[in-house]
């Protein structure tokens, strides 16, 4: 294989890889701090209903 | 306080003349300006009378287009106009007036002496070209109905007008925020790197990430607004307009501004096209479609001659 194709694909990897886990972060940074309290009430009546539809 | 609003609109300001006035600069004391006329002239409008036999000789002009100065125009006249102030060159060929051009004037003469040489810039008005870019986007080229692409999601929310609006509003945001995203990643990361051939792959991620974090945040800050948008924002993810107009901004290297009206006018054409739809799919509801027909078979025809009207537009040019 020619060397330089192995560094673009081990380059391009990194790349990627580091925007991959920037806006991983990012993302869930933001739904730390833009979360939204649901009320665990909803869920439980939810579940105890019959659920058929 | 009051003296950083000012400055902000001082640089607001010098910014917009930026950009309107950025076409028609004069560059030369001596030239007023360079225009384009017609499609294979181009029109100089000097401060003063000009010598006919100097604006005459064709040897005085070399004109090239900005990326390639070894390539020159071939001038076929040039004539004085009854205003002895404008010349007006003609060309063999068309002009490709998208790109600048270069216009050197050797020696000017002007009531028997020299002004000395002058090169100048002749481009479009930016301003017109990115509107045309809009209105292409919007009508000419319209994703819908010219490309057939977001059918999908186009049949399935167009059943009705309140709808139909949402979809396109939660549409047109997340088009434009998804946009400049790939934009600038394509510019400053994979064109660097030597990634274009991952693009596809990158703009799917970018996509479903302007999603989940438009979704994120609107679901705190604007309540309202979420519940009256947040059920299509899932479904802008299936959208393919969403990937074709990323992959439209990379193959024609387009710069910010460009990339921004394409998107504005990708999301304002869908926005037009379900309005359009939901419209008539209103009306059909209570028309008396044959039984084999009814709903989505008598959709896809009305889309259909929705796209036959459209072609109207087709090759059409502004500015």
Redesign the interface.
């Known amino acids: 294989m020619d060397p330089e194709l192995i560094n673009?694909a081990i380059?391009?990897l990194a790349?990627?890889g580091c925007?991959?886990l920037v806006?991983g972060i990012g993302?869930a940074l933001?739904?730390h701090k833009?979360?939204?309290e649901i009320n665990p009430k909803i869920e439980e009546v939810k579940e105890v209903l019959a659920g058929a539809q | 306080m009051q003296n950083i609003k000012h400055y902000r609109m001082f640089l607001w300001s010098i910014l917009i003349y930026g950009l309107i006035f950025s076409g028609c600069t004069p560059e030369h004391r001596f030239i007023k300006k360079a225009v384009f006329k017609g499609t294979n002239r181009i029109s100089i409008t000097f401060a003063g009378p000009v010598d006919k036999k100097w604006a005459e000789d064709l040897k005085n002009y070399a004109i090239y287009e900005k990326p390639d100065p070894d390539i020159l125009l071939t001038i076929s006249s040039a004539k004085v106009t009854d205003d002895p102030c404008t010349v007006i060159l003609h060309f063999e060929d068309e002009l490709n007036q998208d790109k600048p051009h270069v216009l050197t004037l050797k020696e000017i003469i002007s009531e028997g002496k020299s002004i000395g040489s002058a090169v100048i810039t002749v481009k479009k008005l930016y301003l017109g070209y990115l509107f045309s870019i809009l209105i292409g986007a919007m009508l000419i080229h319209n994703f819908v109905f010219t490309k057939y692409l977001g059918l999908c999601v186009f049949f399935g929310t167009s059943q009705k007008k309140s709808t139909a609006i949402g979809m396109g509003i939660t549409f047109t945001l997340v088009m434009v925020f998804s946009a400049m995203m790939s934009w600038f990643l394509y510019q400053f990361v994979l064109k660097p790197f030597r990634l274009d051939f991952l693009q596809i792959v990158v703009f799917i991620g970018m996509v479903s990430l302007s999603v989940q974090a438009v979704d994120t945040i609107l679901r705190k800050i604007n309540p309202a607004l979420f519940k009256a948008f947040g059920v299509y924002l899932v479904l802008v993810i299936a959208n393919c307009i969403i990937l074709a107009v990323p992959l439209i901004l990379a193959d024609n290297e387009y710069n910010a501004w460009e990339s921004m009206m394409l998107a504005f006018g990708a999301g304002l054409g869908f926005l037009i096209a379900l309005f359009l739809m939901s419209s008539v799919r209103e009306r059909l509801e209570i028309a008396k479609v044959p039984p084999t027909y009814k709903g989505l078979p008598i959709a896809f025809v009305v889309a259909g001659l929705f796209a036959l009207a459209f072609m109207g537009f087709s090759g059409m040019a502004i500015f």
């Open positions: 673009l380059e391009g790349v990627l925007i991959g806006f993302l933001a739904a833009f979360a939204v």
